[in-house]
Structure formats: structure tokens, C-alpha cells
């Protein structure tokens, strides 16, 4: 059965308004299960969340549409699009949502009943009940007619912020594609003239106030100025949000002599920030790590390790985290000091005194370079504490740890389109048994549920955006939107190399570095692990409200 486009949000709405009633039956349920967010009880918790996950991802999808279709602009790609992807998240939620490659949750498991979920098996008839293969292979035509036409489904976005995105994607196309593959395959550091390029196109400072030197703009511009540069190669998308970073701690927590010092820097990329919050037996539980500051009369000597140091040689600015409070073992007793520092070279990475590195060799994620320092009396200024007050640096930290899943969510979808974009490219240029490879089903199909999750997530995405450009809380949704575009990444990048087979195992192609770049977005910026239960422990705090 064809659904017109009136016909298609009203089943979308059907769907994402069963899904909030489904979610709190289960939810109700609860109660049987004991010690609520223990270890033993982990597999439920988290499995839930992934279920809300993807009911808000449904709903997101059907703002995107209904948005469409109010504006008359909603056309059959944008409609095969949701279609493919509602109906392999509807038959996924009746059968079992995978949560890794080895882990899948089932209905049953978080409690749903049975009776329930027959009925959300009726409500989503629409979407579940033709066969989802053909439904695919229309999808992949689409693709490829529009693609061939050079034209991109309508993301949602209005007349400002789609300028923004081209006008990246122009970028990204002409200055990052044609040698993001060298520089992995050389493991370069991204070039000079890149940082300068996209210093001119305000990359930088593009959250920044206007009044520091910044742009102004939106959390919304930057998921998409990050998402296009990721499309090219994740570290130029990453080393954009390295001073979204800073920037948003300076702005948070800092006083006005700090951010008038730092700011107009950061903005004009003449300051390039690190965050230096790993320890080596530190890895999520940033409450316990052991670095110490000791306020000397006027400067802090900071003793420790640190790992995990993403541009941590040629950076000048460390925002770092450490206990100035010896006594107070717990989160209470960490600050955040702004340590400059020298820039370093290829020859002498670290050249100020009391400070030492070396570089941690990576597959993927490129284009930075990664650290362990030892710093042993490493002196810096009272005066870059951040706020001028100790113990507060955890609570800081947290306060950016909304915009940086966003950040990281928005990363993911680029990484998860450039491999869409790849597989397309190789599958119609490969000919085996006498015709391109786009032309067997199990390969179209492939591509055009990429396409599909992608931009469900990427609709996920851009709801969390908005939700933290109003000023609201949104820990959930940014948790939910990295969530499910950082295993979109890996999905994505997992079945490209499926579709380029034997070549794509060889460094030489672009997609072998996709696959790398792709594994570590379910791991910095919180594990899926830590998102899962962020987002379990915000739904069963608001039912207990």
C-alpha cells in the first residue's frame, strides 16, 4: 500500500505517541526490579533506554516530516527515507534492538507487556507490514537518481541554516576529501593552511559571543558545521570542537577577565585549546582522579599523569582538570586551570620545563595525535583558576558534557555519511558477474538503510541541538543522540567495507580509515555504556517526580 504524504505523518504520529505509552507500562513495571541502577541490573536499565532511544528518534522523525509537509516540501526521497528507517526501527523494537554486535534487547526484557506490544505491532502495520526489501530498493533508486543530480534529501533546515551547510560542504569537498586520506595514511598533523582556512570561516568561534570575538551562533550551526567537516575527515570536524570546548568552560565557569583574555583567542584560532581530564587508571570516573595542584603563593604546581591528550603538542591551551583539595577525595575536590603552554614542534612536542610526553599510537582519529604527559611541578598562574574559586571543576566539566555529546553526535553523522557516500560511489562503479554491484538487492539494500539511520539520527541530533539552544536541560537527548549516531557510525561504516569487499580491507582505501575513524565514537565523550545509563537514570527520575 502507497501512503500520501498526509497519510504518513498521521502514522508516524500513531507510532511516536503509542511508543510514549509503551515506554511507561514498562516503565510502571519497573518496580519488581530491585536495586534499580545496580551492576547486576544493568542489561534492563540500559536496554530501556535504548528502547526510549529510538521511540525519540521515531518522534523526532515525524516532527521532520510533518515540518516537510506543512511547508509543501516534503518529496517521495524524504518519504522513502522515513519509511525504510521507521520500518526497520518498528520491526526492531517488536524482535529485539541490538545494543552492540553481541547484544540485543528484547521487548520481554524491560518488561513490556506482551498484550502491548501486539498493539504496537497493529499501529505500526503501516510501516511493517509490505516488504521492507522492495521498500529498500526504491529508496536506493532514489539515491542514486538524486545523487547523480547532485541533490541532497531536505535535511529540515531553514534558509540560514542550509547556507551555513553548504557553504561548509563546499569546503569540506574541495579542501578535505581530495587529501584526508594521505594525511591518515602519513599521519600527519592537519596542515597550517587548513587551521587557517577554517579560522576564516570563523570555525572557531563559532559559538563564541559576538562581544568575545566570536560568531554568536547556535548550537544547531555548529552540529551542522561539525557534521560537514566530519563528512571529510573526523579529525578537521574534531578540531573544530576542541575550542567549543574550552570556549563553553570559559564561558560557564570563567570570570570576566578570563574570558576577555582567552575568548577573542580561541575565536580567531590563535589560541588552540586540549582538555587534559584523562588519568591512566582514570577512564569515565573523573570524580577520583589524582593529578594534583599545589598553590604555591602565586601559581599552582600541577604533579600527574595524564592520558589520552587529543592535540596535545601543538595545543597552547590545557584545560585541566585536577584535585587542588588533597583531603577531599571525591568530586569536591577538583578544579580546572587554564595552563598555557608552548606549542610544540614534530622534533620538541613539549618544550616548557616540568612537563613530558609521548605519543599514543592510534588506528583511526587522526589528524591531532593523541598523548600521555607527565607533568612533575609544572607551574601555572592563580589567576587561570578557572572562576577563581577551588572544587568547582567537576561541576564545570559536567556543565559542557551536553554540547560535547551533541558535538560528538554530530561528528558521528559525518563519519556515517561519508561512508554512505563511498559505498554508493564504489557500488556503482564496480562490476561483477556482468553488472554494477548497485544493481544486486542485498547491496541496495545495504545502502539505502544507511542512508536511511542516518538521517534519523541525524534528525535525533538536531532536536538535541535545538533543545540546548533554548536553554533547556537536555542530557537525555544529547545522551540519545550519541547514542545512536556514534553506533550509526560504526553500522554504516561496517557495512561500506561489506560493500567494497576485499579492496576495502587495504589501507590504500578511503573506507578502511572510515571504519577506524568510526570505532571510537561510541567511546570518547562517554562510552554508549555511560549514555545508556545517563539517559535510564533521567527517565526513572522523572517518574518518581
Known amino acids: 500500500k502507497i501512503m500520501n504524504k498526509d497519510q504518513i505523518v498521521n502514522e508516524l504520529e500513531k507510532i511516536s505517541n503509542f511508543g510514549i505509552n509503551l515506554l511507561n507500562s514498562a516503565r510502571e513495571n519497573s518496580n519488581s526490579v530491585e536495586e534499580k541502577f545496580s551492576d547486576n541490573n544493568q542489561h534492563y536499565f540500559h536496554g530501556f533506554a535504548w528502547y526510549a532511544t529510538y521511540f525519540k528518534a521515531i518522534e523526532t522523525t515525524y516532527y521532520w516530516i510533518k515540518d516537510l509537509t506543512e511547508k509543501n516540501l516534503l518529496t517521495d526521497y524524504e518519504s522513502e527515507i522515513a519509511k525504510v528507517g521507521i520500518g526497520e526501527f518498528c520491526l526492531q523494537i517488536i524482535h529485539g534492538i541490538p545494543m552492540s554486535q553481541s547484544e540485543t534487547v528484547r521487548p520481554n526484557e524491560i518488561l513490556i507487556d506482551d498484550k502491548l506490544m501486539q498493539e504496537f505491532q497493529k499501529v505500526s502495520k503501516a510501516f511493517i507490514s509490505g516488504n521492507l526489501s522492495v521498500s529498500k530498493q526504491k529508496l536506493c533508486e532514489l539515491i542514486q537518481k538524486n545523487s547523480n543530480n547532485g541533490i541532497s534529501p531536505n535535511f529540515g533546515l531553514d534558509d540560514t541554516y542550509e547556507q551555513i551547510r553548504q557553504e561548509f560542504a563546499k569546503f569540506t569537498n574541495e579542501r578535505i576529501i581530495p587529501n584526508a586520506h594521505n594525511w591518515h595514511l602519513n599521519d600527519e598533523l592537519i596542515p597550517s593552511n587548513i587551521i587557517d582556512e577554517m579560522s576564516e570561516l570563523g570555525v572557531f568561534g563559532l559559538t563564541i559571543p559576538e562581544e568575545y570575538g566570536g560568531l554568536g551562533l547556535s548550537k544547531t550551526a555548529m552540529c551542522i558545521v561539525s557534521e560537514e567537516l566530519s563528512r571529510g575527515w573526523i579529525g578537521t570536524g574534531s578540531l573544530g570542537t576542541r575550542s567549543e570546548i574550552a570556549a563553553e568552560l570559559i564561558l560557564i565557569g570563567g570570570n570576566e577577565e578570563q574570558k576577555k583574555k582567552f575568548l577573542p583567542k580561541i575565536a580567531k584560532g590563535e589560541i588552540l585549546p586540549t582538555a587534559v581530564f584523562s588519568e591512566p587508571d582514570i577512564g569515565s570516573d573523573l570524580a577520583h582522579l589524582k593529578t594534583r595542584a599545589k598553590l604555591n603563593e602565586n601559581n599552582y604546581e600541577v604533579t600527574g599523569n595524564k592520558t589520552w591528550i587529543t592535540h596535545g603538542a601543538r595545543a597552547n591551551l590545557m584545560t585541566m582538570l585536577v584535585r587542588t583539595k588533597k583531603d577531599i ?167 561500506a567495507l561489506q560493500v567494497h569487499g576485499g579492496i576495502g580491507f587495504a589501507s590504500e582505501t578511503p573506507i578502511s580509515r572510515i571504519l577506524a575513524d568510526s570505532r571510537i565514537l561510541s567511546i570518547f565523550e562517554g562510552t554508549a555504556e555511560i549514555q545508556a545509563q545517563v539517559i535510564a537514570k533521567r527517565l526513572f527520575e522523572s517518574n518518581n517526580r
Request: with cysteine; hydrophobic share 35%; proline share 2%.
Open 329 to 495: 577525595k571525591d568530586h569536591n575536590g577538583l578544579s580546572i586551570l587554564l595552563a598555557e603552554k608552548t606549542s610544540g614542534t614534530e622534533d620538541n612536542p613539549f618544550p616548557d620545563q616540568n612537563i613530558k610526553g609521548g605519543e599514543i599510537n592510534v588506528i583511526g582519529y587522526r589528524g591531532m595525535k593523541e598523548y600521555d604527559i607527565a607533568f612533575e611541578g609544572y607551574e601555572v598562574p592563580s589567576a587561570n583558576l578557572l572562576g577563581q574559586k577551588e572544587g568547582q571543576g567537576f561541576r564545570q566539566l559536567m556543565s559542557t558534557f551536553e554540547s560535547a555529546r551533541i558535538q560528538t553526535a554530530a561528528r558521528s553523522l559525518g563519519v556515517s555519511q561519508n561512508a554512505c557516500d563511498l559505498a554508493l560511489k564504489y557500488s556503482q562503479e564496480r562490476v561483477q558477474f556482468g553488472k554494477e554491484l548497485i544493481n544486486f538487492s542485498r547491496i541496495s539494500e545495504k545502502i539505502a538503510a544507511m542512508f536511511a539511520e542516518t538521517m534519523i539520527a541525524r534528525q535525533l541530533t538536531l532536536y538535541a541541538a535545538r533543545i540546548k539552544d533554548t536553554g533547556q536541560r537536555c542530557d537525555m537527548e544529547a545522551g540519545m543522540s550519541k547514542l545512536l549516531a556514534a553506533r550509526t557510525a560504526w553500522t554504516s561504516a561496517d557495512s
